[in-house]
C-alpha cells in the first residue's frame, strides 16, 4: 500500500465491502431475516435464472486482489525479487511490497472460498466463508503492526489508529465465528470495515496528496494531535453513514418495494 494510489484503492475496495455488509443487516433487521440466508428471488424463469441466482461477492473479491496486486506490481522498478544476490550476500527485498501482495492472497483466498460455498457447493457453508475472513484479517493485523517499523511522525501516529481499528474488526470476526448470525456483530463488522477503509483513504491524502497542498510536518506536535482529531471525525462519520443506510433501507423495503 505504498503511495496514493497503493492506500487509495484497497481504502475503497474496504469500504465497499462494508457498506455491503451495512446493506445486508439494514435488511436483515427490517425484513426479520437471518442476515447470512437472504432469500434470492430470481427476476425471470428462463435460461438466464440461473445466472441471477449467482452470488458475485466472491467474484469481485478475486477480481479485487487482482487489480490490487497489478497495481503493486506496477509501482515496482526494476527487478522483483525475494533475496538479493550481490556479492554473495542475502538481503530480503522489497519487504513492503511483499508485505501488501500477502494481505492481496488473503482477499483472493476469501473470495475464492466465498465463490466455492455461495455458488459451487450443494448447500452453502457459512462457517468455512467466516473462517476465511477471520484469517484474512489475522494476518492483516500482525503485516499491519510491522508496517510501522519505520515510520514516524505524521504517519506513525495514523497507522497506529489504523492499527487500532484493524485489531477491533479482528476481535469481531472472530467473535463472528461463535455467533455467526447475532446482528450486533455484523453492525459491528459493518462498522469496522468502512472505518478501516475511510481512514486508509484519508491516510493516503494525507501522506501523499494533501488537501491544503501543503506537506503535513512530523516535527509539529499540533499536525500529530489533529490526525487523531481526524480520525474521531471519520468515526461519526461512518456512524452517521450507517444510520442513513438503515433509513433509506427501511424506506426502500416498507415503502417502495
Known amino acids: 500500500m ?3 494510489e497503493g492506500h487509495l484503492y484497497p481504502g475503497l475496495s474496504l469500504f465497499f465491502y462494508g457498506l455491503y455488509h451495512a446493506r445486508l443487516v439494514s435488511r436483515a433487521l427490517i425484513c426479520n431475516y437471518p442476515v447470512q440466508y437472504l432469500p434470492r428471488h430470481p427476476w425471470s424463469k428462463g435460461k438466464w435464472a440461473r445466472l441471477q441466482q449467482i452470488s458475485y461477492v466472491g467474484l469481485v473479491k478475486i477480481l479485487s486482489a487482482f487489480i490490487l496486486a497489478a497495481q503493486e506490481l506496477h509501482n515496482i522498478h526494476g527487478q522483483f525479487v525475494l533475496i538479493s544476490k550481490i556479492y554473495h550476500q542475502r538481503n530480503f527485498l522489497y519487504r513492503k511490497q511483499w508485505q501488501h501482495l500477502t494481505l492481496y492472497m488473503t482477499f483472493f ?6 465463490v466455492v460455498s455461495q455458488n459451487l457447493l ?3 457453508c457459512a462457517a468455512l ?3 476465511a475472513q477471520a ?4 494476518l492483516f493485523l500482525p503485516l499491519m503492526v510491522s508496517h510501522m517499523q519505520d515510520s514516524e511522525g505524521v504517519e506513525l501516529q495514523s497507522h497506529i489508529l489504523l492499527t487500532q481499528a484493524i485489531f477491533l474488526l479482528v476481535l469481531v470476526v472472530i467473535a463472528e465465528l461463535w455467533a455467526p448470525n447475532r446482528l450486533q456483530l455484523w453492525v459491528m463488522k459493518a462498522f469496522f470495515y468502512m472505518m478501516t477503509g475511510s481512514w486508509l483513504i484519508q491516510i493516503g491524502f494525507m501522506l501523499y496528496k494533501p488537501i491544503s497542498g501543503y506537506k503535513w510536518m512530523d516535527d509539529d506536535k499540533n499536525n500529530i494531535i ?4 481526524f480520525f474521531c471525525w471519520h468515526v461519526a462519520f461512518i456512524a452517521i453513514l450507517m444510520i442513513w443506510v438503515y433509513g433509506f433501507s427501511f424506506l426502500w423495503y416498507c415503502y417502495i418495494c
Open 2 to 4: 505504498g503511495g496514493f
Open 109 to 114: 483466498l476469501s473470495g475464492c472460498v466465498d
Open 122 to 124: 450443494p448447500q452453502r
Open 129 to 131: 466463508e467466516q473462517g
Open 135 to 138: 484469517l484474512g484479517m489475522c
Open 226 to 229: 489533529f490526525v487523531t482529531t
